[in-house]
């Protein structure tokens, strides 16, 4: 394919994905924004009220840098897990399979999706904090490179887990017991300072914790970690992943027989 | 002068499955620029799989595939793009209007926005369904739902279109019309592979024919070539007057179905024309006749089961 053909297969496919979770807005972008607001009334206004400041800044500002991030990697990840495993669960995944599409533009493709709702849902969940206290962007730059890098890597993980799914609850399975403990767990509502020193260490295992920080560094200016120490576990995270989704497909592993 | 490469050209092709299921044993066929191909066999002996190589649906284990030269490994995109597929299956998004599925298709193949639209247009006015552009394929019929299918496979205008049962589960009169388009795309000079279990469907439209069983290629000819080797033929006479009992004829075998029916069984060599003087010596009238089974079918049934 010359670049302009690739340059058309791929905004195709990047359209009918953005087209997908548009269509069905309801479904994809307003129970993060409904969640997220109960969040801020509850553990924002109600509880963080009672609570002592962290870093300098109230509680519900402190929340705000990982509740926007715990939208980002949700939405990244449920819309590519839920829109691939539904292409290969009605088989209309044959048609990109028999075009002459390689397979970096399918997954760009469903990572661009992936990385459009994630930010869309993003700026309105970021819209929705505003209306409940004062919203800081220390670093507007680092901001967008931490969003992005996120929700290609969790659009990433998403494609992965569709690839492997034989059943609906197998793309439920993933979010459920790995993504959610390890988004809660990754300090949205904590600064890891705050844990015992054995709790503090196994933390730095967990990579949504980098993201989390270094994002909360790019709004407020405070973080747990080095900066660039963060950067490079994501970006390690994004190429680690990539080159697998690469090989899967490559293969055909759970797409071709 | 320099041979033209064959649209299709399978050489030593081998599919084991991960069960340890052999589903290819090497086989090897050519289907020629401009031809009309049956790929016929009973259900599992390996026609889809063979199909699901050719157009990267299966991985195959060994051997080489070639679309009009270009090698499917090396030339992947080339090869893609001059291929159209009808499956076997129903295989489209169930929520999409189908005006947009056509033109998806044609963006997956590097097609820019404009002209995807242009070209879903003119495959669904050619395939009768653009009343329905806006409709979703869950709001079509059975027969639509093939259309459709078909459309989707034209929309990059590819030289070699390969049908997985086109045919399968629609009415008379839709497949009717399905062959005299069929008929019309090749005779354009696009290379037609269909498989299919009307046989009737496979000798009306097909110039060549393969015949796979058991995951090898046991017949690979013209199909008149295969024809002529049936060695009778029965057909069946419907008479003008009753017969009291079947004539006896020199030039056939000849029995009484009922008062106006007779069932003549005649060898390959024998003329028809013999038949029909002397029966009219008998004055004998015969109203009509017609084969009493597919010819096809009889040689497939033989083929396959020997």
């Known amino acids: 394919m010359t670049p302009q053909e690739l340059f058309n297969a791929f905004t195709t496919l990047l359209a009918k994905e953005i087209l997908r979770f548009l269509r069905i807005w309801?479904?994809?972008?307003?129970?993060?924004?409904i969640t997220i607001a109960l969040y801020f009334i509850i553990f924002?206004?109600?509880?963080?009220?009672?609570?002592?400041?962290?870093?300098?800044?109230?509680?519900?500002?402190?929340?705000?840098?990982g509740m926007i991030m715990l939208s980002i990697i949700t939405n990244a990840y449920s819309n590519v897990v839920a829109s691939f495993y539904s292409t290969k669960f009605q088989k209309h995944i044959e048609e990109m399979l028999v075009s002459p599409m390689p397979n970096y533009v399918i997954i760009w493709g469903f990572i661009g999706g992936g990385i459009a709702r994630s930010l869309i849902v993003g700026v309105v969940v970021t819209a929705t904090a505003s209306l409940f206290t004062e919203v800081h962007f220390e670093a507007p730059l680092l901001l967008l490179t931490v969003a992005l890098l996120t929700s290609i890597l969790f659009s990433l993980a998403g494609l992965i887990n569709a690839v492997f799914a034989n059943s609906f609850d197998d793309i439920s399975l993933v979010p459920t017991f790995v993504l959610t403990p390890l988004t809660y767990l990754g300090g949205i509502f904590y600064s890891i300072d705050m844990l015992p020193a054995l709790w503090r260490n196994l933390s730095h295992l967990n990579p949504v914790l980098y993201m989390v920080d270094a994002f909360r560094a790019s709004m407020l200016g405070v973080s747990d970690m080095d900066i660039r120490l963060s950067l490079a576990i994501i970006i390690s995270f994004v190429l680690v992943l990539y080159v697998v989704t690469d090989m899967l497909l490559r293969k055909g592993i759970g797409i071709r027989s | 002068m320099i041979k033209q490469p064959a649209a299709l050209h399978i050489d030593n092709l081998v599919k084991r499955?991960?069960?340890?299921?052999?589903?290819l044993d090497h086989i090897s066929f050519n289907v020629e620029q401009g031809d009309?191909?049956?790929?016929?066999?009973?259900?599992?002996?390996?026609?889809?799989?063979?199909?699901?190589?050719i157009c990267s649906l299966v991985n195959k284990?060994?051997?080489?595939?070639?679309?009009?030269?270009?090698?499917?490994?090396?030339?992947?995109?080339?090869?893609?793009?001059?291929?159209?597929?009808?499956?076997?299956?129903?295989?489209?998004?169930?929520f999409e209007p189908i005006e947009e599925i056509i033109a998806h298709q044609a963006g997956y193949y590097g097609i820019e926005r404009h002209s995807a639209k242009e070209r879903a247009a003119y495959n669904l006015n050619m395939l009768g369904l653009w009343e329905k552009r806006r409709s979703t394929p869950r709001q079509l019929s059975g027969g639509m739902k093939r259309r459709l299918m078909i459309a989707?496979?034209?929309?990059?205008?590819?030289?070699?279109?390969?049908?997985?049962?086109?045919?399968?589960?629609?009415?008379?009169?839709?497949?009717?019309?399905?062959?005299?388009?069929?008929?019309?795309?090749?005779?354009?000079?696009?290379?037609?592979?269909?498989?299919?279990?009307y046989l009737e469907e496979a000798e009306t439209l097909c110039k060549n024919v393969g015949i796979i069983n058991h995951g090898k290629i046991i017949i690979d000819a013209p199909m008149r070539d295969l024809l002529d080797q049936l060695k009778r033929e029965t057909f069946i006479f419907y008479l003008s007057e009753p017969a009291e009992q079947a004539p006896t004829l020199a030039s056939a075998l000849c029995t009484k179905i009922d008062a106006r029916t007779l069932e003549i069984t005649l060898d390959h060599q024998s003329q028809l024309d013999h038949v029909f003087h002397e029966l009219a010596a008998l004055n004998i009238g015969v109203v009509s006749m017609r084969n009493k089974s597919n010819r096809l079918e009889e040689l497939f049934i033989n083929l396959v089961n020997t």
Request: no cysteine; proline share 4%.
């Open chain 1, 26 to 33: 309801i479904q994809t972008l307003l129970p993060s924004v």
């Open chain 1, 44 to 65: 924002g206004q109600l509880i963080g009220s009672q609570l002592a400041a962290i870093k300098g800044y109230q509680y519900i500002d402190y929340i705000v840098p």
């Open chain 2, 17 to 23: 499955y991960a069960n340890n299921v052999l589903a």
């Open chain 2, 36 to 53: 009309f191909f049956a790929l016929l066999g009973p259900n599992g002996a390996g026609k889809s799989t063979t199909l699901g190589i």
């Open chain 2, 61 to 94: 284990t060994a051997g080489k595939v070639e679309i009009f030269g270009k090698d499917i490994d090396y030339e992947f995109s080339k090869a893609k793009k001059m291929i159209g597929l009808v499956p076997q299956e129903f295989n489209f998004n169930g």
């Open chain 2, 152 to 197: 989707r496979a034209l929309v990059h205008d590819p030289e070699l279109l390969i049908l997985d049962e086109p045919t399968a589960g629609v009415d008379i009169e839709i497949r009717r019309s399905m062959w005299e388009l069929l008929q019309k795309l090749n005779a354009d000079g696009r290379t037609i592979i269909l498989t299919t279990h």
